[in-house]
């Protein structure tokens, strides 16, 4: 046996192997949604959203472009119809059903996308005022579109939020971990976020699932609005598990705040590296205490030793 038949049977074993592991009840794999058609998806409702950043430009003579006007909005309802077409099995209520009835479901979520696609923009525009006047690093708007981190993560999980709400199963959790890979913040698509929401940093973020959040809220790296426990598991599906963050809050880096039952009230700073599980009232300073820096002179620095 050459090389390629050992690779042809190894590649037939491990597919055959996946397929007795998945799904349970002996039922047919089910179609799965193109990772890369999703993320160009996602990319094309970025172009829409703010063209002038990136639709395709052509030089027009000295320092003047030519925008491409063919709106990706078109491609966007194609592909995404698709692609919910294909999800669609993932879902309970259309495991069975047949290749028509996903197709016109699949036309009926994307349009609905497409027609949220404005009051997603709108929201946008307000997250970049509030990185633009949250941070004083920032020269300029543009800046924060083309490289903040938090900010794309920001534009992604709204998207996301939307197909989230109309019951697209997967393509909301692909799009948001593929955020996730490229920005070191991890937003659940479930979570409702409020307007003027600034993430700082970002990397090392996590926002679960059942998380609430208000107007104006700011974040730093590291933050966790995380779930008290998942011993439960399973059973824990459908429950509030993560917090509430009432609007004009600010968490700084290395925070956690946990719980479903948890509430952040409106105006309240929390401090950095807090570990917090209970509700906190509004217009509150919480911070650690008891922590000192211990300083002493380097005596080994001045023998080429490295003092303790």
Known sequence: MDMQEK???LSEQLELRAERGWPPEGLPPPLQPDQEAVIRILELA???LF???FRQ???AGGFAVQYDHNSPLEEIYTVLSDQISLALP???DYREAEKPVRQARGREASEALLHRLPEIQSCLSTDLQAAFDGDPAVYDRDEVIFSYPGFYAIMASRIAHELFLLGVPLIPRMMTEYAHRVT???IHPGAAIGRYFFIDHGTGVVIGETSVIGARVKIYQGVTLGG???RAGRDLRGAKRHPTIEDDVTIYSNASILGGETVIGEGCVIGGSCFITRSIPPHTR????GQELRLRPDTMSEMGGVGL
């Not at 919480?286 to 205490?289: A, F, G, I, P, T």
């Open 7 to 9: 690779l042809r049977a």
């Open 228 to 230: 008290l426990s998942t």
């Open 184 to 186: 070191g913040v991890d």
């Open 57 to 59: 430009k052509r030089p």
């Open 51 to 53: 063209p002038a950043h």
């Open 46 to 48: 970025r172009s829409a």
């Open 286 to 289: 919480v911070s650690l205490r």
């Open 90 to 92: 993932h879902h309970p």
